[in-house]
């Protein structure tokens, strides 16, 4: 009998203990969704689909994860749907672009979410942006880019592809005659093979992982960079070419996107025990020795960025003052 007691006892600890972990209760048998706003193929995309393929491991009660691309206007269609749509319970979580906060923060049309209120959940890396220009475009710097008209390949106004060389061009003189309509970076570089256009934007780990074989034969040349300067390039950055403060402060909120890599958000209002365990399974997942061999054979770089340490920086990127905003706006816009 006392043998019989125990083990009941010991059934109903066992029970009420996994009765205790409400976010394993909640996860088990379900399919967490990660939403990417851009096409198939580029970093972004390599990037949600990686991280996804060890994120449900961690997580309590194992659900599955899945990925799934949303394109339109550059991510704001996916963003839009995350902030408003998507259930805010903790089963959808997007991949969105980095320089969408900055873009709420000059006040774009269109934007119909708050930054703020996402739950930034973590990146691989943060990212340094370049401006790129194909062999065959007659010029390789920036300054060869003030004597030369080069058609540059985008996806539409507001996003990175785009404000970068708009930016360049009114700042400094070059003369990056902006093509738009493209679905995304790996689109892109098609036009790019086809001769349609001769240069573009587009991250240094983004160029390692996707088109290594393109700087191994001198394909493309890196007109500039945004920095920090990674170890591995050395470019000018884009932040020397100016001349005024006015200037410094613009190109530092054009790029205010990169600290924050390609950043994973979770929807608002979910609560935060959830948001406490997919942050904690992210950390967990991008040192998992089999993500970091995949990662490795991707050539991609390792460098995490806390979702704690997003929301910091996407509370830093909104407070800009206004006179900036005002400044800055018809190049985000």
């Not at 998992?288 to 910091?312: I, M, S």
Request: with cysteine.
């Amino acid at each position: 009998m006392r043998a019989f007691l125990l083990a009941g006892l010991a059934c109903a600890f066992v029970a009420t203990a996994a009765a205790a972990d409400p976010v394993a209760d909640f996860y088990h048998g379900k399919t967490i969704t990660i939403l990417i706003g851009v096409g198939a193929g580029g970093e972004y995309d390599l990037q949600a689909r990686l991280v996804g393929k060890y994120l449900g491991r961690y997580i309590p009660g194992n659900p599955t994860v899945v990925a799934q691309n949303m394109t339109g206007a550059s991510g704001l269609k996916m963003t839009n749907y995350l902030a408003s749509v998507a259930p805010h319970d903790g089963t959808y979580i997007g991949m969105v672009m980095n320089g969408l906060p900055a873009l709420q923060a000059v006040g774009l049309e269109g934007v119909q979410f708050d930054a703020a209120k996402f739950n930034w959940l973590g990146a691989m890396a943060p990212v340094d942006e370049t401006i790129t220009i194909w062999h065959t475009a007659g010029v390789t710097t920036v300054d060869g880019a003030r004597q030369k008209e080069v058609v540059t390949g985008a996806t539409a106004r507001g996003s990175i592809t785009y404000t970068f060389p708009q930016m360049m061009n009114e700042l400094f003189g070059t003369r990056f005659k902006l093509v738009t309509g493209y679905a995304g970076g790996n689109e892109i570089n098609l036009a790019m093979e086809r001769g349609e256009v001769e240069a573009r934007n587009n991250t240094w780990s983004s160029w390692k992982a996707t088109r290594p074989d393109w700087l191994r034969d001198h394909k493309i040349a890196i007109g500039a960079q945004s920095g920090p300067r990674p170890p591995d390039l050395d470019a000018p950055l884009v932040r020397d070419f100016a001349t005024t403060d006015e200037q410094r402060r613009i190109v530092d909120l054009v790029f205010s996107g990169s600290p924050l890599g390609r950043p994973l958000a979770i929807t608002p209002g979910v609560p935060p025990d959830r948001v406490a365990a997919l942050r904690a399974a992210f950390d967990q997942a991008v040192k998992d020795p089999e993500f970091l061999a995949d990662a490795k054979t991707a050539n991609f770089d390792v460098d995490p960025v806390h979702g704690v340490d997003q929301q910091k920086i996407v509370g830093h990127i909104l407070d800009v003052p206004p006179d900036l905003a005002a400044k800055a706006k018809h190049l985000l816009d």
